[in-house]
């Protein structure tokens, strides 16, 4: 069954602590992985493209890696203005490639 | 600001009202989405548009009945809802031409049956 899990539900961390998010999936036919990072009331807002096992995105204290059955966002120094839910997903499967399997994100609360 | 923009930001209507969300992009791309969400819940897939044909139908109910009038248009007409509709309503799209691209989102509609 195509699926994608993320882990922990909820993190929380000090202003500077940094730290992981995990997102492991089982889809077939891999074409990408997706973060996305969602404000409340607000819809998801793009972050990275991950293609292939080995493959490293940044963006300010933002980094994603990429291997061939899980992704990691980690989070360098974060600041209070990072605390809103990642989410992760991975577009593939056997049938529709318009298909995005979503996991069911983890809440990043940030304490200064 | 999103590229993808969504009408109305929030929507009361009654279980007997109908009323239509719309979604409008101009990125030029050829794949859009609804999306669902409940509080706490990651977007649950409803329908896809690929080149203005429904291309994908989540065994949605027809109270929910989707359009698309032309590549930069997207419209969801909502009928008979019950309360447990009461949702955010995301629209997405997405290059959509066979490649890897991003699903890129609008704000949504807040929606509340009542």
């Known amino acids: 069954e195509d699926q994608v899990t993320q882990s922990p539900e909820a993190l929380r961390l000090q202003e500077g602590e940094s730290s992981s998010l995990n997102c492991s999936y089982t889809v077939s036919g891999l074409r990408g992985l997706f973060w996305y990072r969602q404000d409340p009331g607000k819809g998801p807002e793009f972050l990275f493209t991950?293609?292939?096992a080995g493959e490293e995105k940044e963006k300010e204290r933002l980094k994603a890696t990429l291997t061939k059955k899980e992704s990691f966002l980690h989070i360098t120094a974060p600041k209070p203005e990072d605390s809103a839910t990642y989410l992760c997903a991975v577009q593939g499967g056997k049938y529709n490639f318009n298909k995005f399997y979503f996991g069911s994100g983890t809440k990043l609360n940030v304490k200064p | 600001d999103t590229e993808v923009t969504q009408t109305p930001k929030h929507l009361v209507m009654g279980m007997t009202n109908k009323k239509s969300l719309k979604c409008e992009q101009h990125?030029?791309?050829?794949?859009m989405y609804w999306y669902k969400q409940k509080a706490k819940k990651p977007p649950e897939l409803m329908f896809v548009?690929?080149?203005?044909?429904?291309?994908i139908n989540e065994s949605v109910p027809s109270r929910f009945s989707p359009e698309c009038p032309n590549s930069s248009l997207l419209n969801l007409h909502l009928h008979a809802l019950q309360p447990e509709d009461s949702a955010l309503y995301l629209c997405?799209?997405?290059?959509?031409?066979?490649?890897?691209?991003?699903?890129?989102f609008g704000n949504g509609t807040r929606l509340t049956v009542t």
């Open positions: 548009y690929s080149y203005e044909k429904l291309s």
């Open positions: 990125m030029g791309h050829r794949a």
């Open positions: 997405a799209s997405s290059q959509g031409k066979g490649g890897v691209s991003p699903l890129h």
């Open positions: 991950l293609y292939s």
